[in-house]
């Protein structure tokens, strides 16, 4: 009889064992799934995070031409004002050193 408890006993101890390695083995499965989630997870926002930084640059960039093409047409508009009243300034200067010769 002592024989039949003490091999109960090592079989009872021994599906303890088993179904505790499953357990473990279960949840070792199911964590390495977790963080295989979060790693591809992780993944997709940084590649997010990559194209949104991307498309930001671009519209930098195109704003930044924008703006200089707006300051290349101001600087050429300037100059040509610039060219005008000069050239006014010169036939002013034309007509009064034409009159301080009639003048004299």
Same mark, same amino acid.
């Given at each position: 009889?002592?024989?039949?408890?003490?091999?109960?006993?090592?079989?009872?101890?021994?599906?303890?064992?088993?179904?505790?390695?499953?357990?473990?083995?279960?949840?070792?499965?199911?964590?390495?799934?977790?963080?295989?989630?979060?790693?591809?997870?992780?993944?997709?926002?940084?590649? =997010? %995070?990559?194209?949104?930084?991307?498309?930001?640059? $671009? @519209?930098? &960039? !195109?704003?930044? +031409? *924008?703006?200089?093409? #707006? /300051?290349?047409?101001?600087?050429? =508009? %300037?100059?040509?004002?610039?060219?005008?009243?000069? $050239? @006014?300034? &010169? !036939?002013?200067? +034309? *007509?009064?050193?034409? #009159? /301080?010769?009639?003048?004299?």
């Amino acid at each position: 009889m002592k024989k039949i408890v003490i091999a109960a006993m090592a079989l009872t101890l021994s599906m303890s064992v088993m179904t505790s390695c499953r357990d473990t083995k279960d949840k070792a499965k199911e964590a390495t799934e977790d963080a295989a989630n979060s790693l591809k997870e992780a993944g997709d926002d940084l590649e =997010k %995070a990559a194209k949104d930084a991307t498309d930001a640059m $671009e @519209k930098a &960039g !195109e704003e930044a +031409k *924008e703006m200089g093409e #707006k /300051a290349l047409d101001s600087i050429k =508009k %300037a100059g040509e004002e610039t060219m005008e009243a000069a $050239e @006014k300034a &010169g !036939e002013d200067m +034309k *007509e009064a050193a034409k #009159k /301080a010769i009639d003048s004299m």
